[in-house]
T-cell receptor
Framework: DAGVIQSPRHEVTEMGQEVTLRCKPI?????LFWYRQTMMRGLELLIYFNNNVPIDDSGMPEDRFSAKMPNASFSTLKIQPSEPRDSAVYFCASSPQRGTGYTFGSGTRLTVV | DAKTTQPTSMDCAEGRAANLPCNHS???????VYWYRQIHSQGPQYIIHGLKNNETNEMASLIITEDRKSSTLILPHATLRDTAVYYC????????????FGTGTSLTVIP
């Protein structure tokens, strides 16, 4: 199993541009989570899905952020328009229905200039 | 709300046991204790979890006090590769409830 796969690993974009982050969860995992990590705020949960349905998006900072999971093997996190304060490492994680814990991807380091 | 308290940082000599404490005095009866770690520039990695009894796996041991208000993660023979931030988290097990990561303990293993 290749684990949770995120792309791209690094993204540098200009303020105002649209950014799309991608995640492929582990096959058979019913839960998918998007986290953001910064030095100031640590690891923050943004949104999570169960069986492709968004369950809790209360951590999404504002309307500029949106997430989708069109099928069990793919999810996207989109920021439009991006701002410098969105610079962070974004992690995707997946978990079985009654699993022992999450498996995290390697993250996408986003820099907005 | 992480519901746990951990020391900010700790050092441990290579080859010695690393004992990482965690206070979770408000834990409820059906909440589990989970431990994760995050090595620099990587995603968090699951280590171990438990409810009441002590647990051991190939990575570590988890000792939970009888009143469940605190626990200790033990790395029996720390190596330089164990240098990481260690997070202690309490959570209901059989739900999709998210993990709330606090600030964790930054463990440095010294040669």
């Amino acid at each position: 199993d290749a684990g949770v796969i995120q792309s791209p690993r690094h993204e540098v974009t200009e303020m105002g541009q649209e950014v799309t982050l991608r995640c492929k969860p582990i096959s058979g995992h019913d839960y998918l989570f998007w986290y953001r990590q910064t030095m100031m705020r640590g690891l923050e949960l943004l949104i999570y899905f169960n069986n492709n349905v968004p369950i809790d998006d209360s951590g999404m900072p504002e309307d500029r952020f949106s997430a989708k999971m069109p099928n069990a093997s793919f999810s996207t996190l989109k920021i439009q328009p991006s701002e410098p304060r969105d610079s962070a490492v974004y992690f995707c994680a997946s978990s079985p229905q009654r699993g022992t814990g999450y498996t995290f991807g390697s993250g996408t380091r986003l820099t907005v200039v | 709300d992480a519901k746990t308290t951990q020391p900010t940082s700790m050092d441990c000599a290579e080859g010695r046991a690393a004992n990482l404490p965690c206070n979770h005095s408000t834990i409820s009866g059906n909440e589990y204790v989970y431990w994760y770690r995050q090595i620099h520039s990587q995603g968090p990695q699951y280590i171990i979890h438990g409810l009441k009894n002590n647990e051991t796996n190939e990575m570590a041991s988890l000792i939970i006090t009888e009143d469940r208000k605190s626990s200790t993660l033990i790395l029996p023979h720390a190596t330089l590769r164990d240098t990481a931030v260690y997070y202690c988290i309490v959570r209901l097990h059989y739900t999709g409830n998210q993990f709330y990561f606090g600030t964790g303990t930054s463990l440095t293993v010294i040669p």
